[in-house]
């Protein structure tokens, strides 16, 4: 099976590329060809190809064959294969320079018109909203949610809010086709008494850009998002439950060398501190059914960013939620967990036959744990999990942590609860 | 056909040795319609053929000692270069002299090639250094000169191939000679042990050639001849995982160890020393002939301080020599002899020896021109203008060829069982099929000497495994067969890796002690390992 899909473009050089951009002590030449790259990848045997391949290709100086490769639109980008190498070889640093070759109208389009979209507007959303009706939306959706539920009709979502303790970004797709996933997180905020704001220019919570492979392009949106938070006068940039958004900033300033005049914090973490601190007071008590949880490492957020610690939050505040004996892991997970085959821009390259053969490993490994809900704190995964679960008939549902910390505190509106089961419809309405 | 327990054979001519030059004058024989038959004590390219540099000489390296083999070089490159493209990577070279070396021998490097007819373009060190940014800064003299290289497995195997398809003549690997059985001013059989059974093979021929390379002196007291007269000059090489240079390195100063560094495809080969050996028994590279190499080497290009080296190998040159004593293996001649033995009271026995990897061509003509005279042929050599045509079994010694041809292919069944080099199943099916010297039972080695099996940085690790894995699949092997092969291929290619042990090749032999000690209990196998004088020169 071999895409469509042909790089027209530029032929780089790879190894003289690894060998300038791979840090000291991590070169293509220390491989030691023992696979177990490979045989941890999802993508691997996709298009004829997995990550030792590619590592032997570039050593053999089979340029051109990884330069018009589409295999390079199937790797996700997970770093599942760097993570598990006795070298540290990071191959998806070449995988995104090699996206970055293949001619604008040769990448796959729905990532780059995703790109696109985020450049026209000061916003940076990838869903194309402008950030006047991105206000807009939110200014209606809190209305809502003051007038249907009473212990709510003073919530604020304050937008620009000058010194606001908290930036919190937001991904497209709640303003943009379910605003009333955005009351949820708002509901928390206002119960531990966060001080918190929006902002009508760099808000989005997705780059695109930086899975076409144009580094110039994530660069922009990066410097855009943190100037964004560096005029607020922000302290902490809060991530919102989404993983390559996180990534896209914290490695973005680091690498383009921005001036970042405040900390950077995953919402999970949060979620567990006020857990920890007893400001967010869940429990299971609601889960009479005995309804049982998984969860999904997003792993832009664990392992390519902040590690164990924050896979740690993530199953601190799910058995808080459903309660010790409801969660059961899938294996391997935490910094080794497979990718869902969601991120990387797979979901929006077109290659679905592709995908799902990537996701399959996923699907089989949430059908093992038996669990009736998968938590994602991504949207991606969100996403690609639902898909799978649709195509290779699996019976679960897929949720946001919001939605089961507002569930736990009896304030989860009837409309909030698109991603429940039945069997959740009516708990603690 | 067997006879008495004795399988017996019947040929035109016999060549003993699959070297470059043995296989050389069967190719030429068979252009001129003639039938042979070419026996080896082990296999193609188990001599120096299969341990040397790959360097297709300009004749730069000689030009200031001896330059009429300088000369000889230049002018066998540029044929081979003809007939043989595939074989031959037309890179160039350079000459390049670094701080302590002797500035008048450099300037006097250009009188030189003159001399011998070879193109040499004077470079700025800024230029030298603008075509291979990993040359020294402390350059201060460099010469560019075509040099190329070639692929000494490949050229072997097209030789044979071209030679069975022309009269159908023969490659029988271990087979050596025991006995010359002579009467009448003449060899009238030569009686052989299949050294892998044990079983002995009689041939016939009318003429015998030995070509046996550093063996050929013993070959030829087989026969009661003493006119073959050889030194033992050993060179070792070390092998880097990857291509470090585009072009051939030489150090512009009097042939010296460690001065010439190769291109071969995807990697780079440094070498050699020359010390002189008494005999041929258990040649291996050392860690002081490595170090020796890498020392030198450093000089012209400090980047191979940490460069990462997957393996060293041992050839030993057989140099002629002269009547006079005292000769070392640097100043004895590079040339070749072609001794017709009349004087040793055989008609119908010749020996060619010495000589270069460069000048085979050249050696196997003047020896074709004696074999066709004796047997009354009066077809001309045609080696010199007859391309070599190329075949599915004897082009998957050249890096990169494989994984290309693969990648094509594009045919999901076509597994990689080989991952360092890429090599296919399919390649290794039409090896076992049709390759020079393919029979039922095929070694490992064997495979090996015919692809880039074993060669890459893992050195047999996985591909040793999973080949042994197909051929049990399809039944080559049995019991313990294959087993027992990939001991034998492991241990060779242990030897060769013993003396480059640092840095990331450590490692990789941990990791690959683990998969066939722990994994695969390789050494708690019964039986013996292979017997110590089947060393694994090859590269």
């Given at each position: 099976m071999r895409s469509v899909l042909a790089n027209t473009g530029s032929i780089i050089d790879f190894k003289a590329k690894a060998d300038e951009l791979l840090p000291e002590g991590a070169s293509y030449d220390s491989c030691l060809n023992c696979g177990l790259c490979s045989s941890g990848c999802p993508a691997s045997g996709l298009e004829g190809m997995d990550p030792r391949r590619f590592i032997r290709m570039?050593?053999?100086?089979?340029?051109?064959?990884?330069?018009?490769?589409?295999?390079?639109?199937?790797?996700?980008?997970?770093?599942?294969?760097?993570?598990?190498?006795?070298?540290?070889?990071?191959?998806?640093?070449?995988?995104?320079?090699?996206?970055?070759?293949?001619?604008?109208?040769?990448?796959?389009?729905?990532?780059?018109?995703?790109?696109?979209?985020?450049?026209?507007?000061?916003?940076?959303?990838?869903?194309?909203?402008?950030?006047?009706?991105?206000?807009?939306?939110?200014?209606?959706?809190?209305?809502?949610?003051?007038?249907?539920?009473?212990?709510?009709?003073?919530?604020?979502?304050?937008?620009?809010?000058?010194?606001?303790?908290?930036?919190?970004?937001?991904?497209?797709?709640?303003?943009?086709?379910?605003?009333?996933?955005?009351?949820?997180?708002?509901?928390?905020?206002?119960?531990?008494?966060?001080?918190?704001?929006?902002?009508?220019?760099?808000?989005?919570?997705?780059?695109?850009?930086?899975?076409?492979?144009?580094?110039?392009?994530?660069?922009?949106?990066?410097?855009?998002?943190?100037?964004?938070?560096?005029?607020?006068?922000?302290?902490?940039?809060?991530?919102?439950?989404?993983?390559?958004?996180?990534?896209?900033?914290?490695?973005?300033?680091?690498?383009?060398?921005?001036?970042?005049?405040?900390?950077?914090?995953?919402?999970?973490?949060?979620?567990?501190?006020?857990?920890?601190?007893?400001?967010?007071?869940?429990?299971?008590?609601?889960?009479?059914?005995?309804?049982?949880?998984?969860?999904?490492?997003?792993?832009?957020?664990?392992?390519?960013?902040?590690?164990?610690?924050?896979?740690?939050?993530?199953?601190?505040?799910?058995?808080?939620?459903?309660?010790?004996?409801?969660?059961?892991?899938?294996?391997?997970?935490?910094?080794?967990?497979?990718?869902?085959?969601?991120?990387?821009?797979?979901?929006?390259?077109?290659?679905?036959?592709?995908?799902?053969?990537?996701?399959?490993?996923?699907?089989?490994?949430?059908?093992?744990?038996?669990?009736?809900?998968?938590?994602?704190?991504?949207?991606?995964?969100?996403?690609?999990?639902?898909?799978?679960?649709?195509?290779?008939?699996?019976?679960?549902?897929?949720?946001?942590?919001?939605?089961?910390?507002?569930l736990s505190l009896g304030i989860l509106g009837e409309n909030e609860r698109k991603y429940l089961g039945p069997d959740l419809a009516e708990v603690g309405l | 056909m067997k006879a008495g327990g004795i399988e017996t054979f019947e040929t035109e001519v016999l060549i003993i040795g699959g070297g470059v030059t043995g296989t050389g004058v069967m190719r030429d024989l068979a252009l001129r319609g003639i039938h042979c038959l070419l026996i080896d004590r082990r296999d193609l390219n188990a001599g120096a053929s299969g341990g040397n540099h790959g360097l297709l000489h300009s004749g730069g390296r000689y030009a200031s000692s001896d330059s009429e083999t300088a000369a000889e070089c230049r002018q066998e490159g540029e044929i081979l270069m003809r007939v043989a493209p595939d074989c031959i990577d037309d890179c160039g070279g350079l000459f390049v002299a670094v701080e302590g070396d002797d500035p008048g021998f450099a300037e006097r490097f250009p009188g030189y090639c003159d001399a011998a007819g070879i193109d040499c373009e004077t470079l700025s060190p800024a230029e030298a250094r603008e075509r291979e940014p990993v040359l020294s800064g402390k350059l201060f003299a460099a010469y560019s000169i075509p040099d190329a290289t070639v692929d000494p497995f490949r050229i072997t195997l097209e030789n044979v191939n071209h030679a069975q398809q022309l009269t159908d003549s023969l490659f029988l690997p271990h087979t050596g000679v025991e006995s010359f059985e002579i009467g009448d001013g003449a060899i009238t059989g030569v009686l052989c042990r299949n050294t892998k059974t044990g079983g002995m093979r009689r041939i016939f021929a009318r003429q015998v050639v030995n070509a046996a390379g550093a063996w050929a002196m013993d070959v030829a007291r087989r026969a009661g001849c003493s006119d073959v007269r050889l030194l033992y000059s050993k060179g070792t090489l070390i092998i880097s995982n990857t291509r470090v240079t585009d072009r051939v390195i030489n150090r512009l100063r009097p042939p010296g160890d460690g001065d010439i560094l190769v291109p071969g495809g995807t990697v780079s080969l440094l070498g050699t020393t020359s010390d002189s050996v008494d005999d041929l028994q258990d040649i291996r590279p050392t860690v002081a002939e490595v170090e020796r190499v890498l020392v030198e080497g450093t000089a012209m290009m400090p980047c191979l301080e940490t460069t990462r080296f997957i393996r060293a190998f041992s050839g030993v040159r057989p140099l002629l020599l002269p009547s006079q004593n005292g000769a070392d293996g640097r100043s004895a001649s590079r040339g070749f002899t072609l001794f017709d033995h009349q004087d040793q009271g055989l008609e119908n026995f010749a020996t060619v020896t010495g000589g270069k990897l460069t000048t085979f061509r050249l050696m196997a003509e003047k020896t074709g021109d004696l074999v066709a005279g004796r047997l009354g042929n009066s077809q001309p050599c045609k080696t010199a203008t007859e391309p070599l045509p190329s075949g599915n079994a004897v082009r998957w010694t050249e890096p990169g060829f494989a994984p290309r041809f693969w990648y094509r292919r594009n045919d999901p069944t076509d597994m990689i069982l080989c991952e360092c080099e890429m090599v296919p199943q399919s390649a290794v099916d039409s090896i076992i099929e049709s390759a020079p010297g393919a029979e039922a039972e095929m070694s490992l080695q064997a495979i090996g000497v015919r692809s880039r099996v074993g060669k890459g940085s893992c050195q047999g690790a996985f591909c040793s495994i999973r080949v042994?894995?197909?051929?049990?699949?399809?039944?080559?092997?049995?019991?313990?067969?294959?087993?027992?092969?990939?001991?034998?291929?492991?241990?060779?290619?242990?030897?060769?890796?013993?003396?480059?042990?640092?840095?990331?090749?450590?490692?990789?032999?941990?990791?690959?002690?683990?998969?066939h000690c722990s994994l695969m209990g390789l050494d708690q196998l019964g039986g013996k390992a292979d017997e110590p004088e089947k060393k694994d020169t090859d590269r």
């Open positions: 570039a050593m053999l100086g089979m340029n051109e064959e990884l330069s018009t490769t589409p295999w390079v639109w199937t790797c996700t980008q997970c770093k599942r294969c760097m993570y598990i190498c006795p070298m540290s070889i990071d191959v998806s640093l070449l995988v995104g320079l090699a996206r970055g070759a293949w001619p604008e109208d040769k990448k796959p389009s729905g990532i780059v018109r995703s790109c696109q979209a985020q450049l026209l507007d000061s916003g940076t959303s990838a869903m194309g909203l402008r950030s006047e009706d991105f206000i807009e939306i939110i200014e209606e959706t809190v209305d809502e949610v003051r007038q249907e539920d009473e212990r709510f009709k003073d919530i604020q979502a304050p937008v620009d809010k000058q010194g606001a303790y908290f930036f919190v970004n937001q991904n497209s797709r709640e303003p943009a086709a379910e605003p009333e996933e955005m009351a949820p997180l708002w509901k928390i905020f206002q119960y531990v008494g966060a001080d918190w704001t929006y902002a009508s220019t760099g808000w989005a919570a997705e780059n695109f850009c930086m899975f076409t492979g144009d580094d110039a392009a994530w660069e922009r949106m990066v410097r855009r998002r943190v100037d964004a938070v560096n005029d607020l006068g922000c302290k902490v940039w809060v991530n919102t439950e989404c993983g390559h958004s996180f990534y896209t900033i914290w490695k973005g300033v680091e690498r383009f060398g921005l001036e970042a005049n405040f900390e950077m914090g995953s919402l999970v973490s949060y979620y567990a501190q006020w857990i920890r601190e007893g400001k967010l007071p869940v429990n299971s008590d609601w889960n009479t059914q005995g309804l049982k949880f998984t969860l999904q490492d997003p792993c832009q957020l664990v392992r390519k960013s902040i590690g164990d610690p924050v896979a740690d939050d993530l199953r601190f505040v799910a058995r808080k939620l459903v309660g010790e004996e409801n969660f059961i892991d899938m294996q391997p997970c935490r910094s080794a967990n497979y990718c869902c085959g969601g991120g990387g821009g797979f979901l929006q390259a077109g290659m679905k036959e592709q995908r799902h053969a990537y996701g399959k490993r996923k699907f089989d490994q949430i059908m093992t744990t038996e669990a009736g809900y998968v938590l994602t704190p991504c949207h991606n995964c969100h996403s690609q999990i639902e898909d799978i679960g649709g195509h290779f008939g699996g019976d679960y549902h897929v949720v946001h942590y919001w939605t089961l910390i507002c | 042994t894995s197909h051929l049990y699949d399809r039944g080559v092997y049995d019991s313990e067969q294959g087993l027992n092969s990939m001991r034998d291929f492991l241990s060779g290619r242990f030897k060769g890796v013993q003396p480059v042990l640092w840095g990331e090749q450590m490692p990789q032999i941990e990791l690959s002690e683990a998969l």
